[in-house]
């Protein structure tokens, strides 16, 4: 059941970023930061027929977190979610990101990529070995990420405008050759262009790099190859059941 359903801003004109949390009694806190759930609101027309995947931001014993951004026709009847509306969720799914010891981490998130982070900087035993770089758009006061710059050390770049991107690019390839240089780990979510600047670089300095890959999914589970991507060795493989986390050198982009 919805507990909260709360917009925290525009992340672009008429996108809306919002924070859903939902009871969910049976939840075993098995879960690890980087897995989804399919979520599919009991209401919906029969015309939605597929859940929408949503990285688990947070979770404890009783309910999960997520966050979403009003991009399409589903997203926009999630908005709609009101408190005691129910739900229907399968997960979590998919495999996750590492969590080294000893080892420093970056984080690179990208927009609504930052969402796995949340989890993973509160189930780390080592947040002070976290640093967090944040690329995204203005404006987002409460985007939640104000908690974990309390814990970890964040550098925040606000995208403004589009001649910004190649001072997002130029950083992130310095940051990744730095982390490859002290043998550090780097752990990414965001969209494609994102990632695909950080799957170069990776490649290009020899990084240990783990990178959350956002396809469309329609199933979760692996039946409807809705979501393939290409294996280090050119191969189709599901990004639903093998990932959504891959390791750099084992990744085409
Ligand atoms: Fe259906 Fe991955 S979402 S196979």
């Not at 688990?56 to 979610?81: K, M, P, Y």
């Not at 982070?117 to 035993?125: A, E, I």
Request: charged share 25%; net charge negative; with cysteine.
């Amino acid at each position: 059941k919805v507990i909260s359903n709360k917009p925290l801003g525009l992340s672009s004109p008429g996108e809306e970023i919002v924070e859903l949390k939902l009871e969910y009694p049976d939840w075993k806190p098995g879960w690890r930061a980087g897995q989804f759930v399919m979520i599919r609101p009991v209401s919906w027309p029969l015309d939605l027929v597929w859940g929408r995947p949503f990285s688990i931001c947070n979770a404890d014993e009783t309910s999960l977190t997520i966050l979403f951004q009003v991009v399409g026709r589903g997203t926009a009847r999630l908005l709609e979610l009101k408190e005691g509306d129910e739900v229907n969720i399968w997960g979590p799914l998919g495999n996750f990101f590492s969590k080294p010891q000893n080892r420093p981490v970056l984080m690179l998130a990208g927009g609504m990529g930052l969402a796995p982070f949340c989890g993973y900087v509160d189930t780390h035993p080592q947040p002070e070995n976290l640093k967090l770089f944040f690329a995204h758009r203005p404006p987002l006061e409460n985007y939640p990420y104000k908690g974990m710059a309390a814990k970890v050390d964040v550098e925040d770049i606000r995208e403004t405008k589009p001649s910004d991107i190649p001072t997002i690019i130029a950083r992130v390839e310095e940051l990744v050759k730095e982390y490859a240089e002290k043998d550090g780990l780097i752990v990414a979510c965001g969209p494609h262009p994102f990632l695909k600047t950080i799957w170069n670089a990776a490649n290009k300095y020899g990084a240990d790099a783990e990178l959350s890959l956002e396809n469309r999914m329609a199933c979760g589970v692996g039946a409807c190859l809705g979501c393939v991507c290409k294996d280090g060795d050119d191969h189709h493989t599901q990004v639903c059941t093998t990932g959504p986390v891959f390791k750099a050198n084992n990744l085409s982009l």
